[in-house]
């Protein structure tokens, strides 16, 4: 099985920064793209930010200068760096990544999810 585990969200006023971590653990052979999804209340869950396995990013216009998304291969562990937080960045924050089992099987997994806030 494998298992991602999001940590980091919070409470934090505008203009303030958090960092979200994901760490992937399980029966891993590869890890290939990840990326962070937020679903704001009454809206559709949307891509905030992904990264390849070879350090590639993509980052939706709404974020770009203001998040950093990077990854630790060695630990299997994605990150965000959100600075200049808006209100409008109030949301559940997702880790998504592509993986590929031991059993050379390759899938989307999530993580559950932790919520960001940001006060006015």
């Known amino acids: 099985q494998v298992q991602l585990v999001e940590s980091g969200g919070g409470l934090v006023e505008a203009g303030g920064s958090l960092r979200l971590s994901c760490a992937a653990s399980?029966?891993?052979?590869?890890?290939?793209?990840m990326g962070w999804y937020r679903q704001a209340p009454g809206k559709q869950r949307e891509l905030v930010a992904s990264?390849?396995?070879?350090?590639?990013?993509n980052y939706a216009d709404s974020v770009k200068s203001r998040f950093t998304i990077s990854r630790d291969n060695a630990k299997n562990t994605m990150y965000l760096q959100m600075n200049s937080l808006k209100p409008e960045d109030t949301a559940v924050y997702y880790c998504?990544?592509?993986?590929?089992?031991?059993?050379?099987?390759?899938?989307?997994?999530w993580g559950q999810g932790t919520q960001v806030t940001v006060s006015s």
């Open positions: 998504n990544s592509d993986i590929t089992t031991t059993d050379y099987r390759r899938r989307t997994y």
């Open positions: 399980g029966v891993i052979f590869s890890i290939n793209t």
């Open positions: 990264i390849t396995s070879g350090g590639s990013t």
